[in-house]
C-alpha cells in the first residue's frame, strides 16, 4: 500500500514543503487622504484611509514587518474631482505628495504607485467620457495621454514602480514612452495586464471614493465568462508593449489564470487579493465561521503555488505578524 502519509509527520512537513510564503512577498495597499484621523473603511474592518501626516508611522511598521512594499491610491474629496481627473497627474496632488514624503524619509521602502484615474474623475471611470450613439463610452485614446502625464507625474516624485491599472488598449506602450522619454527608463512598470470586471471590487470603492456614477466598467475590464485566450492576449500585448511585471486581478477566483500566465511569460507575476477577497475572510472570521489566520493563510499559499511572485494584500500586515509567530 501506498502511504503519503508517512511525509506529513511533524518533521518532515516543513522539510518537504515547496511553498514558501515571507512577509517579503506581500505588498500593502494603502489608501491616502489630505488630513485629519485616520478613517475605518466600513465593509473593510481594520483597513483605513491614512491622513498624508501620519504615513511615516505607518511607513515603519512596514519596513519592520519586512513587506515587500507598499501601493498608493488616492482619496479625493468630491469637490475636488473633475471630468479630466487633474488630481491623479497633478504635481501637488495627493499620491505624488505621499511619494515624495515617503521616499525622502524612508528611502529603502519600495513605493509603487497605481496609475489610473478613477479615484480623481467626478464620474468614477478610469478614463475620458464622451457621449456616442449609443450612450456614454471611455474614449480610450484620448485616456493614454493622461495615463501617460500621471505615470510620469508620479515618477518624478520618486515612485519605485508605476502600476497602471485602467485596462486602456496601449496603456503600456504610452506610459514607456512617456517614461523613457522624460529621463525615467530606469522605472519599471507593474501592469494590472488581467483584470476582470469583478463583483469583488465593492469595498475598494467605498475605501477610493470610485464607484461609477454611472453604467459600469465591463466596456473595458475583462469579461469573467471569457476563455483563456482573452487572459493570454491582454498579458501579451502588455508584455510586448514594455511591461516588467504582470498582474492578474482578482486573485484566488483566476487561479488557473495565474498558473498559465506563468507557464508562458519570462517575467514576474503578480496578483492582486483584492478588498472583496479580503472583506469575505474578514467578515467570516468575525463570526467565528472561519479560523481567519489558518483560511488567509491558506489562500495566500495557493497564489504562491499558482505562480505569484508577489501578491498585494490588505492583510499584509497582519501575515507578517503571524508568520514571525508561527
Not at 502519509?5 to 505588498?27: I, N, Q, W, Y
Not at 463610452?137 to 514602480?161: F, M, P, R, W
Request: with cysteine.
Amino acid at each position: 500500500m501506498e502511504r503519503p502519509r508517512r511525509l506529513r509527520s511533524p518533521l518532515l512537513r516543513p522539510l518537504v514543503a515547496e511553498v514558501e510564503l515571507s512577509p517579503r512577498h506581500l505588498v500593502l495597499p494603502v489608501f491616502v487622504k489630505e488630513g485629519g484621523e485616520p478613517e475605518e473603511v466600513s465593509s473593510m474592518p481594520g483597513v483605513f484611509r491614512h491622513p498624508l501626516a501620519q504615513l511615516p508611522r505607518l511607513a515603519e511598521e512596514v519596513l519592520k514587518a519586512g513587506l515587500g512594499g507598499v501601493i498608493l491610491f488616492g482619496v479625493l474629496p468630491e469637490e475636488e474631482k473633475d471630468s479630466l481627473g487633474h488630481g491623479a497627474y497633478a504635481e501637488e496632488g495627493i499620491v505624488q505628495r505621499a511619494i515624495r514624503l515617503l521616499k525622502r524619509e524612508f528611502p529603502e521602502l519600495l513605493v509603487m504607485a497605481d496609475t489610473c484615474l478613477c479615484e480623481y474623475t467626478d464620474h468614477g471611470h478610469c478614463g475620458v467620457v464622451r457621449e456616442g450613439p449609443l450612450g456614454f463610452y471611455v474614449d480610450n485614446d484620448a485616456t493614454l495621454e493622461l495615463l501617460a502625464k500621471t505615470a510620469l507625474s508620479q515618477a518624478q516624485a520618486g515612485a519605485d514602480v508605476v502600476a497602471p491599472s485602467a485596462m486602456m488598449d496601449g496603456q503600456v506602450k504610452a506610459i514607456r514612452e512617456a517614461l523613457d522619454q522624460g529621463g525615467f527608463a530606469h522605472v519599471p512598470i507593474l501592469s494590472y495586464a488581467v483584470k476582470y470586471a469583478s463583483a469583488f471590487y465593492g469595498p475598494f470603492r467605498e475605501a477610493a471614493g470610485s464607484a461609477p456614477q454611472f453604467g459600469d466598467r465591463t466596456g473595458y475590464q475583462m469579461d469573467p465568462r471569457a476563455g483563456l485566450w482573452d487572459a493570454l492576449r491582454e498579458a501579451s500585448l502588455d508584455d510586448l508593449e514594455g511591461a516588467d511585471m504582470l498582474m492578474v486581478k482578482p486573485a484566488l477566483p483566476y487561479l488557473d489564470v495565474l498558473f498559465a500566465l506563468k507557464g508562458r511569460f519570462s517575467k514576474p507575476l503578480f496578483a492582486y487579493q483584492v478588498s472583496g477577497e479580503y472583506a469575505m475572510l474578514k467578515a467570516a472570521s468575525q463570526r467565528g465561521w472561519l479560523d481567519e489566520r489558518r483560511a488567509v493563510l491558506e489562500s495566500l499559499y495557493a497564489l504562491r503555488r499558482a505562480g505569484a511572485q508577489g501578491i498585494l494584500t490588505y492583510y499584509a500586515l497582519e501575515v507578517a505578524r503571524w508568520l514571525r509567530e508561527a
